[in-house]
């Protein structure tokens, strides 16, 4: 069954620091969607992309946020300079069209800000 | 806005039927899914109701009415392993003609021998 990938599974970074955190999505999806899940807190939606443009972006979702597909696989998540309340778990998902009920989730990174 | 709202908790016992609410409130309804969690992982697909009335999928089905914005999630023959988060989830139309799933907070189901 075709999955969702994202690396790393964990990263800890400095307060301040930029971090990258990468998902491929599958391969014949259109829809991409980045949400984090702060523990113990439900999942939040944070952007959606359609088409190589931020189709929705949540309040979350500031200037130290930005989203990018550099090539036809890759899906990034760049956060500028992370503040501790940045630390939660960071899911990617995908689908096929905007009726397509199986929205694909990654198995996530925890990013973790020191 | 969206309120979706489900109870935090839920206990029962192995070989039992539970059934998980969910209310909402949301504007462009295109949907209503809910996800397993299990702790650390990731949300997976379970079921999916956008017309109403039940969908039943072997031991999980659920219930959707539009005109009472409710939902239900119904687990029959609980095993040790259905012990997880179970994540109520409404897809909705923006004016943009975007979609988004907006999730509700998730039960929290512990299922004891």
């Known amino acids: 069954e075709p999955e969702v990938t994202q690396t790393p599974s964990h990263q800890v970074t400095q307060m301040g620091q930029e971090v990258i955190l990468r998902c491929v999505p599958i391969?014949?999806?259109?829809?991409f969607y980045w949400y984090r899940q702060i523990l113990g807190q439900k999942v939040e939606f944070l952007v959606s992309f359609y088409n190589n443009e931020i189709s929705e972006k949540s309040e979350i979702f500031d200037d130290q946020f930005s989203v990018e597909r550099p090539d036809g696989s890759n899906f990034t998540l760049k956060i500028r300079s992370t503040k501790l309340e940045d630390s939660a778990m960071y899911f990617c998902a995908s689908s096929g069209t905007q009726d397509n009920y199986g929205y694909t989730f990654g198995s996530g990174t925890r990013l973790t800000v020191v | 806005g969206q309120n979706i709202d489900q109870p935090t908790e839920m206990t029962a016992t192995e070989g039992a039927i539970v059934q998980i609410n969910c209310t909402y409130q949301t504007s462009g309804f295109n949907g209503l899914f809910w996800y397993q969690q299990h702790a650390g992982e990731a949300p997976t697909f379970l079921s999916y109701n956008v017309l109403d009335g039940l969908e039943e999928k072997g031991r999980f089905s659920s219930f959707l009415s539009r005109s009472k914005g409710y939902s239900y999630l119904l687990l029959k023959e609980l095993q040790m392993k259905d012990s997880a988060s179970y994540l109520c989830a409404v897809r909705s139309f923006r004016d943009t003609g975007f979609q988004k799933l907006v999730f509700g907070t998730g039960t929290r189901l512990l299922v004891s021998p």
């Open positions: 391969s014949n999806h259109l829809y």
